[in-house]
T-cell receptor, first 117, second 112 residues
Framework: IAGITQAPTSQILAAGRRMTLRCTQD?????MYWYRQDLGLGLRLIHY???????GKGEVPDGYSVSRANTDDFPLTLASAVPSQTSVYFC????????????????FGEGSRLTVL | GESVGLHLPTLSVQEGDNSIINCAYS??????FIWYKQESGKGPQFIID?????DKRQGQRVTVLLNKTVKHLSLQIAATQPGDSAVYFC???????????FGRGTSLIVHP
């Protein structure tokens, strides 16, 4: 079982370029999330999706967009990358969202390291 | 919203010692907490969780304690091993959204 697959694992990008980070899960989880991780700031939520067809903004959504056309895929797009978007990006999924049932445990991918020059 | 913080950014222990990692939260409505372990170059992994109707939960070599009065939880690791070296995050969830808010992490360094 692969769990969460992210691609690419690492990318160097020129400022102003468009970039899409891919995320696929094979666990049929309803909810999916994108976090960025920066030293000293921990994990900050960018966007999330409670179920296919819906998305929501997290703590730091500016400069990012997401889509959730189906259950398995949740791509994150940087329309015009800026150096402040240099970070490690983690995609995650969970069985449960908006419910008090279930564990709420998040399953994370291995991360995508993005450097914007 | 939820604010989750950690008391110490780095904790150094000797192999075999017990480790205690602390976490404070601000939202009294938080009703579910999870501890994650993140090894270098990897994504966070679930360790243990606890609901607000409990004050203690034990796993294999790990125990989580929840003190709702002071809004504090801790992760205790017994007989710490070099493989326990990682960054540990607590995450709190509240309300109907169940979207977790993460603390900044504590780096646990285990010296052989």
């Amino acid at each position: 079982i692969a769990g969460i697959t992210q691609a690419p694992t690492s990318q160097i990008l020129a400022a102003g370029r468009r970039m899409t980070l891919r995320c696929t899960q094979d666990m049929r989880h309803n909810a999916m999330y994108w976090y960025r991780q920066d030293l000293g700031l921990g994990l900050r939520l960018i966007h999330y999706s409670n179920t296919a067809g819906t998305t929501g903004k997290g703590e730091v959504p500016d400069g990012y967009s997401v889509s959730r056309a189906n259950t398995d895929d949740f791509p994150l797009t940087l329309a015009s990358a800026v150096p402040s978007q240099t970070s490690v990006y983690f995609c995650a999924s969970s069985e449960t969202s908006g419910s008090r049932e279930g564990s709420g445990e998040l399953f994370f991918g291995e991360g995508s390291r993005l450097t914007v020059l | 919203g939820e604010s989750v913080g950690l008391h110490l950014p780095t904790l150094s222990v000797q192999e075999g010692d017990n480790s205690i990692i602390n976490c404070a939260y601000s939202n009294s409505a938080s009703d579910y907490f999870i501890w994650y372990k993140q090894e270098s170059g990897k994504g966070p992994q679930f360790i243990i969780d606890i609901r607000s109707n409990m004050d203690k939960r034990q796993g294999q070599r790990v125990t989580v304690l929840l003190n709702k009065t002071v809004k504090h939880l801790s992760l205790q690791i017994a007989a710490t091993q070099p493989g326990d070296s990682a960054v540990y995050f607590c995450a709190g969830l509240s309300g109907g959204s169940y979207i977790p808010t993460f603390g900044r992490g504590t780096s646990l360094i285990v010296h052989p």
